[in-house]
């Protein structure tokens, strides 16, 4: 798995190769802004509204992944891009990074 702040501040991230990494989910603030070319295969994903972000890239980026949910049971071997579940969830806002605290 990847600590929550692994990608911070990593803003031109294009090509990501993931797969076969038993990866479940993907951290909050991954870069898919401009991410061209994402390979997530061969991973145990957990379908809850943390990968919607990863559904909305798929969706409109038409890949051909037909990557599946394999948790929860009642999503195993649906395809992340359909899942419905993740259809529901509300989609991370960008927020302003202004008068960040350190």
């Given at each position: 798995?990847?600590?929550?702040?692994?990608?911070?501040g990593v803003t031109m991230l294009k090509t990501a190769r993931l797969e076969n990494n038993r990866l479940t989910q993907l951290p909050r603030n991954f870069p898919f802004d401009k991410m061209e070319t994402?390979?997530?295969?061969?991973?145990?994903?957990?379908?809850?509204?943390?990968?919607?972000?990863?559904?909305?890239?798929?969706?409109?980026?038409?890949?051909?992944?037909?990557?599946?949910?394999?948790?929860?049971?009642?999503?195993?071997?649906?395809?992340?891009?359909?899942?419905?579940?993740?259809?529901?969830?509300?989609?991370?806002?960008?927020?302003?990074?202004?008068?960040?605290?350190?």
């Open positions: 798995q990847f600590a929550d702040n692994t990608f911070a994402l390979t997530i295969s061969q991973n145990p994903w957990h379908c809850n509204c943390q990968l919607a972000p990863l559904r909305k890239w798929l969706k409109s980026n038409r890949t051909r992944a037909e990557d599946t949910c394999s948790t929860p049971a009642q999503y195993r071997g649906q395809p992340i891009r359909d899942t419905p579940a993740l259809r529901s969830c509300k989609l991370p806002t960008k927020r302003s990074r202004k008068g960040s605290r350190h």
